[in-house]
């Protein structure tokens, strides 16, 4: 069973910058999807970002291209969003996720198998 856990959510002004962290109990980066997705109440879970196992590329939401990062330290095992240049509208509930080994990757919320906790992140304007 993969259990991943998130952490670095919080309030922030528009403008500031978080670093999320998610930190898997297996490893993970050989060979399974890892991305992040956010929710608000409301509305369907959104991918963000997406790192893919196969050449380590990326996917990015077109509202978050050239604000957010995702990279990841196989050291220790975790995957990183950094989050700069934040507005109100990024406020949610963000998820890490990962998929099965050797599982579809894309930033669809059904290919993957695994997920977070959560962890809220707030931007005021």
């Known amino acids: 069973q993969v259990q991943l856990v998130e952490s670095g959510g919080g309030s922030v002004q528009a403008g500031g910058s978080l670093r999320l962290s998610c930190a898997a109990s297996?490893?993970?980066?050989?060979?399974?999807?890892m991305g992040w997705f956010r929710q608000v109440p409301g509305k369907e879970r959104e991918g963000v970002a997406v790192l893919f196992p196969s050449d380590r590329s990326t996917y990015y939401a077109d509202s978050v291209k050239g604000r957010f990062t995702i990279s990841h330290d196989n050291a220790k095992n975790t995957v990183y969003l950094q989050m700069n240049s934040l507005k109100p509208e990024d406020t949610a509930m963000y998820y890490c996720?990962?998929?099965?080994?050797?599982?579809?990757?894309?930033?669809?919320?059904?290919?993957?198998?695994?997920w977070g906790q959560g962890t809220q992140v707030t931007v005021s304007s």
């Open positions: 297996v490893l993970i980066f050989s060979n399974r999807c």
């Open positions: 996720a990962t998929s099965r080994r050797g599982g579809a990757c894309g930033p669809r919320p059904s290919l993957f198998d695994y």
